[in-house]
Structures are given as structure tokens and as C-alpha cells.
């Protein structure tokens, strides 16, 4: 009984490892402040990063619609312009079909073509076609004259 005695009267001592955290409770704490406070500003800062992302994806979105928009008015334009230019080359060449026949027929009606016969009609029919400039040296009239003299 006498162990009885000795461990009941005298509290048995505490381990070493309880000590140490009891020590560093203290400590810990202010540090578990630091660390959430810490926190608290990170998340503060991610949500005003994700503000500004979103706010700069709206922003981005609006400028991509404007200049789309204004591509396709663009577009709009220059397609109703090249048909317009196609419309009076179509005119053009119809204008200029219809002066090639005039003059065929007004060289015919002078007899021209007749005495130069279709050769030179055909050629010339060729050059208008082309858009060139007709410059041909027809025999010249003889009105009894002689130069030479």
C-alpha cells in the first residue's frame, strides 16, 4: 500500500508534449490572426481581379460588336459600289457595242467598205473592240489634181 499512497498523494507529472503546446498556444494565435487577415486581403484582391476581368470582358465583347458592325456596313457599301461599277461597265460595253455597229453601218452606207473591202471592216470591228484608237490611211480621193505638178 505504501504505492498507493506515494501515487495518489503526489499528482503525476504532466508529459512534455502538453507543456510545449500550452507554450505555443499563445504564440499561435497571433499568427492564426496574421494568416486570416492575410487571407481575407487575397480574397479581397481576387474578387476585384475578377471584377476587373469581367468588366474588361464586357468591355472587349461591346468594341468586338461595334467593329463587327461596322465591318458589315463597310462590307454592305463596297458590295453595293462594285455592283454599281459593274452595272456601268455593262453600259459602257453596251454603249460602245452599239458605236462599233453605228460606225459598220455608216461605212457601209458610204460605200466604203466595199471598196476596201471586209478585211479592213473586220480589222477595224477588232481595234473598237479592243478600245483602241482606229487611225487607218484610206486611199485618198483623186480629184483630178496632181501634187507632183
Known sequence: MENSESTSS???PAPLSEK???ENVTP?????AELA???QELLSR?????????NWRMKLDTQVKVYRDELSELKKSLNTEVEQLRTEFRELRTTLQQQQEDVTAS?????LQDELGE?????????VENNKEVAQ???KEDDGKDTNE
Not at 481576387?46 to 469581367?54: F, G, M, R
Open 10 to 12: 503526489v499528482p503525476p
Open 20 to 22: 510545449k503546446e500550452n
Open 28 to 32: 499561435i494565435n497571433p499568427k492564426f
Open 37 to 39: 487577415e492575410s487571407r
Open 46 to 54: 481576387i474578387q476585384n481581379l475578377k471584377q476587373d476581368l469581367q
Open 107 to 111: 461605212l457601209r452606207n458610204l460605200g
Open 119 to 127: 478585211t479592213i471592216g473586220a480589222e477595224g470591228a477588232k481595234d
Open 137 to 139: 490611211d484610206l486611199p
